[in-house]
Every structure is written in structure tokens, then in C-alpha cells.
DNA sequence: CTGAAAGCGCTAACAA
DNA sequence: TTGTTAGCGCTTTCAG
């Protein structure tokens, strides 16, 4: 017997259903609802009438084999539960609005086997366009990005050689122009504060570029810090109670992100450490639930919505009408915002 | 001329070219490539070693008309910039882990219209199923998921009649579970401040909850103050001076999630209010990241987690042998943490 | 502007 | 265990 199940098992309906419903044959019914131009309003009519008072719903699979086209654009990402990817898939969404292309998203946990595991999956559904994070992958995944045939837009991080089209900033760079302003503020024992870094590849660029930074002015990292899991307030008051309790000295943290930097913040006020003056502070990201928090903390703006928006035009053709499509590199520049966590 | 073209026009490989490669038929290719038992170990190694040393790719599309079947569950949530979705989000994830079905998310911006275009365009995709936030769809959407025959699972809300299945909590007693909370603890003058609630459901039904809730002691709501956008610190804090210069004699605000709920937190302890002697606060959602702050936010878990992951064990039947697949109802009992700002 | 025929790349069902 | 045949539901192409 069978068993009561949602979804009764009635047959999805087909173009055929619709044909035969208004007596217009499939394939002018399938114009139609392609929106194409060349069919008379009359004939139009009548299909679109048939199609909504069956409930019909085309079957892209069948569409898509026939016209070896499908317009989806693969996007794959480390992380959705810190503020940074979200605001990247908002800046896809928008690019790719009114393109006829729709965004897919997969999630990699920051693990390249779960990345290439991701991407075989959304490669096999033959997609118009892959955007994924990062310039690091897997052997086998790079081979995959190479063959799909399709345009590749590798995001975030432009220290690298890109496959095929890059969007993102130089997190060697941000960490070089972080060192900067710390020396140039006159700090001089400095913290490192963040996620261990064995697949993180942009916090440790940006790691690195902060070591060479300081380097140049003859300044060693005095001590660092790092944890594992997602970002969170809580991790930042504990990393930092932690290492402020083994090197008190210290005049200056930097953190891998805003998340743990505003718990940093708050540990500190709430110590009543005397910010900037003693000891200074800094995260990454430019997210802007910094705005709230009682001292503005000094951060890099990663262009997190713009570089979403940027790779999705590529995709899209759009703004790349020089006659070359793939191949583009767009490097753009952080911001450094001061805040209130700097000395000046 | 043809452009120059990130990934050039090299025709993808089939299952016709794997089988050339190793001599054996496209069928039995098939069969290794879907991990099928029914073939020969040394055949298998064959077609495997073709398979990899091309870098075939399957193709989704042809495999799933030919077998009706297509592994893909359809996750239609508001939002991904509040901190609530994600977690939902990763609960589906873990939950579909190893059972062969793999999620697609969309993302509506809270307006009905959008969720009834991203419901059509994922449904055309012929998902084995749909999880979707919410049970307030508009009708044409409503006709779509009772007429797909897969099973649908309404998440986030139990409040109201759900197409098939549903897997929630009661937005509804969460409301009048914090009006208890405030009135037991002797606050009398309340405040609300959350979003402008047109689309929003949930936060309406905790708005109307709470009335309900404070109306049976007879109190009224005092004071409102509503915004739009997405929740962030920064809005808090300037719903909270809004409110409170207005009427300085609130006694207790209660905010329609955490995040403005911590910015206005951050606001009264930086002007010196008595918390949660003379003011006292609450939020919604029970994010981790209140963990941080100076104080502990009351809140109500919103069991996000195990939301996304019942609804997905839905989908993928697990648990669920007793018979029935379909038309499960899971009311989920939230947890009110009283925190540090509602008085004991 | 409309229709008929062929086939996209794969898998179900059956045969060997 | 392996191979053959016949579509899946749509769109391309070409003919009217």
C-alpha cells in the first residue's frame, strides 16, 4: 500500500499538457514562455492564460539539456556566518539582477576538500559562471576550473595568480598598510590576534604583510594569539584577556577580524585600559556593526559588497563590453578607517 | 572573429567519451560513475582511472531527465545579513550531510513577491524538496508548493496552518513568554522597537504575543518605535535614544532581535541608565554573540539550528520511519534566557 | 507567425 | 556482470 505522503503522486505537468490545453502546438507554447518576440498577441494570450490556470512550472532540466545552456552562476564561499560573505552574495545578487542569471550558493567551511567537493557538484549542473573564494585550491579543483569551459571569477584575494578573472584586494598589502599606521602612531610592541591560519588564507596574507610591514621599521610581532572556530565577541575578550595577561607590555592588537576586535574592544573598556593612548587597536573587514560599539575600532574596509558586485558583471558580460570577456583582473584598494582606536 | 574567451570552446566531455577511453559501454560507465554495486571491480577501476585522468565532469541536467530524480533540496530563506538564517542554514547543511541530497539556497529580502519568483525558479529546477521560511506566501506561491508533490517543510513559525509540514516555534507565546517575564519581574511602563513589521510575520506575531501577554495583567504597550533595514548596533542605539527622550519613564524596552537589542544595550550603559534596576531589556533570538557584551542580553532561542536541521532530516526522511512521510509538525519550545537585564 | 522532426546526455528497463 | 534500446521534456533547426 502506499504510504500517505506529501506531494501526492500526480505527474508535474508538462509543455505538452499546456499544448494540448490550448490547442497551440509545444513548440509555441514554448516561445512564448521564453518571452520570446515572434508570436502573435492573440496565440500569446491564450498560452499564457492555459499555462497559469494549470499551475504550470518548466522544467529547466529538460530545458537546459536541450539548449546546453543554463543560467546559473555557481558561487562558492567559506563561511556564511561571519559578516563578510553575506555582504559579498548581496553584491553578486544585485550584479545579477535583471541578467536573466541566478546566483547558487555552496558552502566550503574553509576545508579545499569540501570546496572540491562543492564545486564537482555544482559544475556537474553545467552552470553559466563560477565565482569562488580565494585563489587556493585543491589540485583537482584547479584542474576542474580549468576545463569547465567557462568564465571564472576568483574573489577576495588578488595576491596570486588568478585561473581566469580575479575580483578582490591585497591582503598582504592591508596587513603592510595596517603596519604602517600602527609604527606611524608610535606604537611599538604589537600583538597578532586570529584564527589559526592553515587554510585562512587571507588572514595569513594579511599576517604576513603586517610581519613585513613592521620588519621595515625594525619591529617584530611581540606575541600572537590564535584560535580556531568562527569569530565571535566572546572569543575576542578571551583571546585577549589571555594574551594581555602573558605580555602586558603590549601596546598594540591586531585582529584577523572586526568580530573578535570588538570583543578585544570591550574586554578593554571594560578593564579600563586607556584607549588609544596605552594600547591600540585594530580589526579587518569594515563591517559596519563597528559603528555601534562605544568606541569606533580602526579597520580595513575589504570591499566585501563591491567585490560580489564586480566578479557578478564579469559573469554577466556586463561593463566588459571591450571586446574581451574573462581574463580581467580588478585589484581594489582597501580603505584604512582610523576610528577612534589609533592614536592620531 | 571569435573573442578570446576565458574558457575556451573545448565541447565538454560526455559518458560517450569516458566509455571510448576505457572500451567499455556508456551504461556501465554510468553504473561506476553513480557508485552502483553491480559492476565488476576491475571494470570499475578502468572507468574510474578514464574518468579522472579526462577530469569528467557528470552531467547533472541529462542525468536528471532520464531519471526524474534530482538531488537538490530548495532553502528559501528572508535574509542572510541577520545573524539568524546562517544558523538555520548550517542545520540544514549538517543534516543533509551523507544523505546524497544537497541544499540550494535562495534568498527573498523579506518581499513576498521575490520569494514567489525565487520559489518558481528553484521549483523548475524539480528539487526533492522545498524548506521555506515562514507560512505566509502569497497565493500563487501557495499553489505552487501544494501542486510541486515533493514535500515542503515551512520553517521558523508554528503560528498558523502550514501546506505540509512544519518545523518551528510559536512566535506568537514567545511574545507573551517575555510578557510574563516582564511583568514578574515588576517592570510596568514597556517599550518595543524592531523593524516596521509589514513582512515580517514572525516579528509581528511576537509584537502582537507580548501585547496579548502584557494585556492580560493591564498593561499597555507605552511607546513604539519601528525602522526599516537590516538590524545592526547602530540602529539600536538610535531607536533607544529615540524612545527614551521621548519617554523618559519606560521601564523596560523589548527589541525585535538581538542586534538592535545590543546596540541599545551599548547605548543605556554608555549614558548611565540603571540596568536592570530602573530600565530593564530584552531581545529576540538568542544569538551567541550577545555572550561578549558587557552585559547579557535576555533573550528567546530561537532554536535556529535545530530548526534547519529537523526541517532537512524532513526532506531527507531520516528519522521519520514510523510510516508517514509528510505533514510532520514540530513545535519547537524556546528557551528564555533572563541574561543580566531583566531584574530577579 | 507556426509546426514537425531530431536530439541534447543520461538512465530505466530489459535482454544477453 | 554487461550491453542495447528507448525515451526523459524541452529547444534547435528547418520547413511551411
Request: glycine share 12%.
Amino acid at each position: 500500500m502506499a504510504l500517505p505522503r506529501s506531494g501526492d503522486n500526480r505527474r508535474p505537468l508538462t509543455l505538452r499538457d499546456v499544448s494540448e490545453a490550448c490547442g497551440v502546438s509545444e513548440m509555441t507554447v514554448s516561445r512564448v514562455l521564453r518571452n520570446r518576440e515572434d508570436v502573435s498577441p492573440a496565440t500569446r494570450e491564450k498560452v499564457i492564460a492555459a499555462a497559469r490556470s494549470l499551475g504550470y512550472v518548466p522544467n529547466k532540466i529538460a530545458g537546459g539539456l536541450a539548449s546546453q545552456q543554463v543560467n546559473l552562476v555557481a558561487v562558492i564561499v567559506p563561511s556564511l556566518s561571519n559578516m563578510v560573505f553575506p555582504d559579498v552574495l548581496s553584491g553578486v545578487s544585485k550584479a545579477l539582477e535583471d541578467s536573466g542569471l541566478q546566483p547558487v550558493f555552496g558552502v566550503t567551511n574553509y576545508s579545499p576538500e569540501k570546496e572540491e567537493e562543492v564545486l564537482y557538484e555544482m559544475l556537474s549542473w553545467r552552470p553559466s559562471g563560477v565565482i569562488i573564494a580565494g585563489l587556493e585550491h585543491t589540485e583537482a579543483a584547479r584542474a576542474m576550473l580549468e576545463n569547465a569551459g567557462i568564465p571564472i571569477v576568483e574573489i577576495m584575494d588578488s595576491d596570486g595568480e588568478p585561473i581566469d578573472s580575479v575580483v578582490g584586494i591585497s591582503h598582504r598589502s592591508a596587513g603592510r598598510q595596517m603596519a604602517e599606521a600602527i609604527v606611524a602612531a608610535g606604537y611599538r610592541k604589537i600583538g597578532f590576534l586570529g584564527t589559526k591560519m592553515a587554510d585562512d588564507h587571507r588572514a595569513r596574507k594579511r599576517f604576513e604583510g603586517l610581519t613585513e610591514g613592521l620588519a621595515e621599521h625594525g619591529i617584530e610581532i611581540a606575541d600572537t594569539e590564535f584560535y580556531s572556530g568562527g569569530s565571535a565577541l566572546k572569543k575576542g575578550r578571551e583571546l585577549t584577556e589571555a594574551i594581555l595577561t602573558r605580555s602586558p607590555d603590549l601596546d598594540f592588537l591586531y585582529y584577523s577580524n572586526d568580530m573578535i576586535g570588538a570583543g578585544g574592544l570591550l574586554y578593554c573598556l571594560d578593564k579600563g585600559y586607556d584607549i588609544p593612548g596605552k594600547l591600540g587597536l585594530a580589526g579587518f573587514n569594515g563591517t559596519d556593526f563597528l559603528d555601534g560599539l562605544p568606541m569606533q575600532l580602526a579597520t580595513i574596509d575589504a570591499c566585501r559588497h563591491e567585490i560580489g558586485e564586480k566578479a557578478a558583471s564579469i559573469i554577466a558580460g556586463k561593463g566588459f563590453e571591450d571586446g574581451v570577456i574573462g581574463g580581467h583582473r580588478i585589484e581594489l584598494t582597501p580603505r584604512l578607517e582610523a576610528g577612534d582606536t589609533i592614536r592620531r
